[in-house]
């Protein structure tokens, strides 16, 4: 520590407050820092990809060796099924990570240091959404990459395919809002993993994921018809395979905007109280 | 009083729920001057600095910070404050300079002069070897410095430290003070809150102690000395028989102040000047008395609460520790 008695200081001459640049667009630029911030901690944590990598991997090798006979004849025939209701199921169940996360990291000095910083204040909740969608990259990189080896083929062409996982990545991003509020609200990590885990299972189950929205009860079918999980499937479908797509894109993307619209300003709200 | 504050504070008040974290608070501070906020846990320290740092909304009263209000334009304020502490810090996985680098991006230093800065600081605080080693794996002293490094990466003209130093050992206390000097001496205001007399008067041009929210004294160090008693020289001498000369001698040197026998073979004299301590050396070395314990304190802050107060900080402390500075 010599050479913290030299009489040079760290703070060198002030600047006065008035003569900071202040650049356009704050939002966004100190936004995307932030994810990058994200994406620093994924890089150095690689085991918290766990969920996104081998759970789409051993998902659909366990339903479809296992189901596929049974359900549809042939693990084939399966497999082009279910790939889209996996990878569906895969990214919302990713989204659950960042409430857990940021629900550990609020408590440490960091978002004291964001506060007092001249950002807007929404800045670290929507950069850590954004660096998230490396992680829903890597689910749909993976899940289709898994299916392929066993077997899995796109129907249609490249461009349908992409925005077939375009939508998946957009429909984690908007659900992820759903995770920071419950993140926000709870008290402990474990009761975030385990709300949002409550409400994606009945999503992934009482839909068209693993078995075709016909064959569920008729009472079920009411949940089932407004189920966004079983809209994004069979969007996702269609792009992928061709199948019919009705109006499935648009209730998709209708979901995605009542999810942000909703729970984006209660997260906002809950973050500001809570830090 | 026509100085220059940067920092006021007018009757700040805070609660959370039941407990009254802040009851009516007064703070001032002269520009390039240092501020030492004395106090116990749960007195309010911590919350009185994140009112002023915009982190928390005061229930009544308000402060400005340069001359800006600091919740109707906390903005501003934000431009021109650092603040490290307990709460105020770093993030773990990121290396320090990735930190610094990230500070800078979000001060809108830009890329290059973000990482210029943060190679700058990283340099002055004696962090470049460990640069690029996650903070997670910095040693105490280490994450001090960096936290305090972050703070000052845009320049700031009002430098809030809350407890910097606890948990430090004596060695890089001083360390650390010595930083807080240089900053001060290169025109910064300082805002620093502690628990112990001793940094507040190496410090402070001014301490305010505060307890239970409120405001109990505020003064120079010197006045507040003058209350709550100075330094007090403690000598154990080798051969006990010789207590009652060291006692004599201790008599001579402080000019008639009573030496007592505080602990089993300690002999206290209060003091008033540190010329005390070698006069005290020499009358014993020629005296031929052998000591091997010879000291100067400060009082503690137990010390200073019953002075002020009639009763000590940690007597109360508390009723109910879980509010323990909640906030």
């Excluded at chain 1, 090798?61 to 996996?86: E, R």
């Excluded at chain 2, 703070?151 to 004596?170: A, Q």
Aim: net charge neutral.
């Amino acid at each position: 520590m010599t050479t913290l008695t030299q009489p040079r200081s760290p703070r060198l001459t002030p600047t006065p407050a008035a003569a900071v640049n202040r650049r356009p667009f704050p939002l966004v630029r100190h936004s995307l820092s932030l994810a990058k911030r994200s994406l620093i901690k994924t890089w150095r944590t690689p085991e918290a990809l766990i969920d996104v990598t081998l759970q789409p991997a051993i998902f659909l090798v366990i339903f479809v060796y296992i189901f596929g006979g049974a359900v549809a004849g042939d693990t084939h025939t399966y497999l082009q099924f279910l790939l889209p209701g996996i990878l569906a199921q895969t990214i919302a169940t990713g989204a659950i990570a960042i409430g857990v996360n940021l629900n550990t990291d609020l408590e440490k000095g960091i978002f004291d240091r964001f506060k007092s910083l001249p950002i807007p204040r929404s800045s670290p909740l929507i950069g850590a959404v954004l660096g998230d969608v490396v992680r829903y990259v890597i689910v749909t990189v993976m899940t289709l990459g898994i299916g392929y080896l066993m077997g899995f083929r796109i129907l249609t062409d490249p461009v349908s395919a992409l925005a077939g996982c375009l939508l998946a990545v957009v429909f984690a991003l908007s659900l992820s809002w759903v995770s920071v509020f419950v993140g926000m609200k709870v008290r402990t990590s474990g009761a975030v993993q385990g709300i949002m885990f409550l409400i994606i299972m009945p999503l992934s189950f009482a839909s068209n994921v693993f078995v075709p929205a016909a064959s569920l009860p008729s009472w079920m079918q009411t949940f089932v018809a407004w189920n966004p999980l079983t809209h994004l499937v069979q969007a996702m479908r269609g792009l992928f395979l061709g199948t019919p797509m009705g109006e499935s894109v648009y209730w998709t993307l209708a979901w995605c905007v009542g999810l942000v619209a909703v729970f984006l300003p209660l997260a906002m709200r809950a973050y500001r109280r809570k830090v | 009083m026509t100085q220059d504050l940067v920092i006021e504070a007018e009757g700040l008040v805070k609660h959370f729920g039941e407990t009254k974290a802040l009851q009516g608070v007064d703070l001032a501070v002269a520009r390039g001057t240092v501020l030492g906020v004395l106090g116990p846990n749960g007195a309010g320290k911590t919350t009185a600095v994140r009112i002023l740092s915009t982190l928390l909304v005061p229930d009544a009263g308000h402060a400005r910070i340069g001359g800006c209000d600091v919740v109707k334009d906390a903005e501003r304020v934000r431009q021109s404050i650092g603040l490290t502490g307990q709460y105020a810090s770093v993030d773990e996985d990121l290396s320090g300079r990735q930190n610094l680098v990230l500070f800078g991006t979000l001060l809108d230093l830009g890329r290059a002069g973000a990482r210029t800065r943060a190679a700058e600081l990283l340099e002055w605080f004696d962090l470049t070897a460990a640069a690029d080693r996650p903070a997670k794996t910095y040693s105490g002293g280490m994450r001090r410095r960096l936290d305090l490094a972050a703070s000052l990466v845009g320049r700031p003209d009002v430098i809030f430290l809350d407890e910097p130093t606890t948990g430090l050992d004596p060695a890089k206390r001083e360390d650390m003070w010595d930083v807080v000097r240089s900053l001060v001496t290169d025109g910064s205001t300082v805002l620093l809150t502690t628990q112990y007399l001793e940094e507040a008067d190496a410090l402070a041009d001014e301490i305010t102690v505060i307890d239970h929210g409120r405001v109990i004294a505020h003064d120079t160090p010197e006045g507040l000395k003058r209350v709550v008693g100075g330094q007090t020289l403690e000598v154990r001498p080798s051969d006990l028989a010789r207590m009652h000369d060291t006692a004599t001698i201790l008599g001579q040197v402080t000019s008639g102040a009573a030496a007592e026998e505080i602990r089993k073979g300690v002999l206290a004299v209060p003091v008033r000047d540190d010329s005390a301590l070698t006069a005290t050396v020499s009358r014993l070395a020629s005296a031929g008395i052998g000591v091997t314990e010879l000291s100067l304190h400060l009082p503690s802050l137990d010390e200073v609460f019953f002075s002020l107060t009639g009763r000590t900080a940690s007597e109360d402390d508390r009723a109910d520790t879980t509010q323990k500075e909640v906030a």
